[in-house]
Each structure stands twice: as C-alpha cells, then as structure tokens.
C-alpha cells in the first residue's frame, strides 16, 4: 500500500464502502431477485407442472434471467468484500500473484482488483464449455460415423437425408453445392449414391431369376450418359415427333 498516497486510499475505500452498501440495499428491496418467492407461488399456481409447459414459458426464463443476475450480484459483493478485508490487513493494492504494487489508474477503475493485469484472469479465455456441444459436434453429434473408418451403417446424417430428401426450406441460394437447378437436390449431399457404388449399378437391372435384363430411366442413368460412359451401349428411348416417328433423344 506504500505506492498509493493517503488521499487516494481513502477514495478508494470509499468507493468500496458505497458499493457495498448498494449491493447490500439491492439484495433487501428485491428479495434476491425474488429467488425467495417459489415460482408455484409466483404464478399463483399450486404446481408448475402443467398440460402445457410452455404456458409457464414467461416465467422460467424470467425466472433464470434472475438466477443470473443474483449471481453477477453476489459475486460483485464478495469482490468488494474481499478487497475490504485487505484493506484491514494493509495488503490492499498489492497483486496476490506476483507480490508487486498495483498501479493506481487500475485501482481506480476496478477497485475491487487483487492481481495486476498481468496476472488478471480476465487476460485468458476461458475453456469451459457447456456440456451439450460434446452432443453437436461432429455434425449430428454421436449418430454421425463419418469419421471413423470401422462404421458403415445407416447413421444420423443418412437420417436427416432421408428426411430431407422429401423437401426442406432451404433454397437454392444457401446450398453448399455450386450449381444447383433441381430443388430436389437442395439437401446436404443429394448428389451421394445411396444403395450403389457405381451409376451402372442402380439402374441396370434384371428380373427375379437374373434374365431379362433392362434398364430403368433414373436420375443416375441420364448422369451416366451425360458423362458418355459405357461406350453408346445404353442410349435414351427417342422421342416422337409431331407425325410420331422417333427423332431426337432425351
């Protein structure tokens, strides 16, 4: 306390003495944020378990807005208090980290300071982080298997495929691929092969007894041809003209 003069001692201190004393009235006059009043009470309902939750939506989220500002409150005050303890024990103004004097102008912003700024907490970003991203992350969470070598089986992103595949919100404009004009292909990777290895595999096909073999028309069919594989062997049905003979094809 050596490096700071008298007067700026007792401006300080009472800084702290005022600050305590309107934490103190904070506390009294709202009851801890009404945290003493049980939410059944407060919504005058014998039980908050209702037919219908969200008819209580208002009052939970009123309810933990005051969970967190009781706690910003009381973590204030014990702050202040502390830093009134060190003012009895004459180790005021003194980093508890490194032992060396802590300059006045920081004092004065932050009175209720016990290290330097460079031993501040408030220097390093916390790594604590809520519970529920071990669930997001990788995408979909514990059901996606697309990083692991040793899973091949239908997971949660095949899910939400399947699902999306029958029409989402999404339009073209927020689409991960390039060029999209079909709105069927909207959905995260709709363009995968689904079933098959190879386009040849999904549309060419046989009869029950391995005879008859023919080719069903599919979107992986006209790919293939677009891409003039199979050397010609499969060609589209042609198209009638007006007088009904074949012309151009698909």
Known sequence: MRHLTRDQLTHLHQELIQEKTELDKLFSHTDNFGLSEALSDSIGELSTRDNHPADIGSEVFERGKDLALNDHAEKKLMDVETALALFEKKEYGICARCGKPIPYERLEA?????????????????????????????????????????????????????????????????????????????????DENVGYVEDLESFLATDIYGEGVFVVRNKAYYHYLDHKEGEGLLEPDPLPDKAGHASDYR
């Open 110 to 190: 932050l009175p209720t300071a016990t290290c330097c700024i460079e031993h501040s907490t408030d220097n390093h970003v916390s790594e604590d982080r809520p519970i529920e991203e071990e669930m997001m992350e990788p995408p979909f969470g514990r059901t996606s298997f697309d990083e692991r070598d040793d899973e091949t089986e239908f997971d949660g992103e095949d899910s939400w495929q399947a699902v999306a595949s029958f029409g989402t919100s999404t339009s073209p404009a927020y689409t991960e691929a390039a060029e999209i004009t079909d709105y069927d292909d909207l959905y995260i990777e709709s």
